[in-house]
């Protein structure tokens, strides 16, 4: 049982490049986000999906796109990478999305190992 | 002002001695709480979550929350060596499950 797999887990681009970044879940969770962490800004939201065929923007979503390719596959798209795009990518996953009873413990979520990504 | 904020440390106890990390929150919709602890370099993991006012223990970790204040805080108790890394606050408002996160507290567990 692997939990959250992310790809690749290092990545060097020059600007201008794309790329996507890979993540799978094998809990059958419903719900999966991707965050970028930053020194000093700690952990922020940039797009998530609630459910297989959904997709809503978070905090951050500018310059990214997502697909939720099937329940368990939630890729991060670069089009155009800029050097403000460097940072540490994590992906998670929660097994339900809305918080109907949002002290469940279905609402947490579970961290891949994260992908570095540089972007000169 | 961020929905969560937390003092960014470091915080450095001697080993044995009991740790408190602490949290405020802006958004009085704000429902659960979770503590994660990441390592450097690492990603980060649950250690705890809360929901209701009072305090939730789990081994030697305390969760507290403080509804009326709009606190949150987490007690290591015997704190060791391997408890150094940055504890990471977040919240969960509303009906989906976006979690917003503090910037995260260090925490030095020193010999």
């Known amino acids: 049982n692997a939990g959250v797999t992310q790809t690749p887990k290092f990545q060097v681009l020059k600007t201008g490049q794309s790329m996507t970044l890979q993540c799978a879940q094998d809990m059958n969770h419903n719900s999966m986000y991707w965050y970028r962490q930053d020194p000093g800004m700690g952990l922020r939201l940039i797009y998530y999906s609630a459910s297989e065929g959904t997709t809503d923007k978070g905090e951050v979503p500018n310059g990214y796109n997502v697909s939720r390719l099937n329940k368990r596959e939630f890729s991060l798209r670069l089009e155009s990478a800029a050097p403000s795009q460097t940072s540490v990518y994590f992906c998670?996953?929660?097994?339900?999305?809305?918080?109907?009873?949002?002290?469940?413990?279905?609402?947490?979520?579970?961290f891949g190992a994260g992908t570095r990504l540089s972007v000169l | 002002q961020k929905e969560v904020e937390q003092n960014s440390g470091p915080l450095s106890v001697p080993e044995g001695a009991i740790a408190s990390l602490n949290c405020t929150y802006s958004?009085?919709?704000?429902?659960?709480f979770f503590w994660y602890r990441q390592y450097s370099g690492k990603s980060p993991e649950l250690i705890m979550f809360?929901?209701?006012?009072g305090d939730k223990e789990d081994g030697r970790f305390t969760a507290q929350l403080n509804k009326a204040s709009q606190y949150v805080s987490l007690l290591i108790r015997d704190s060791q060596p391997s408890d150094s890394a940055t504890y990471l606050c977040a919240s969960i408002t509303g009906t989906a499950s976006k979690l917003t996160f503090g910037t995260g507290t260090r925490l030095q567990v020193t010999l």
């Open positions: 998670a996953s929660s097994e339900i999305a809305l918080a109907g009873g949002s002290s469940s413990s279905k609402n947490i979520q579970y």
């Open positions: 958004d009085r919709g704000s429902q659960s």
């Open positions: 809360i929901y209701s006012n």
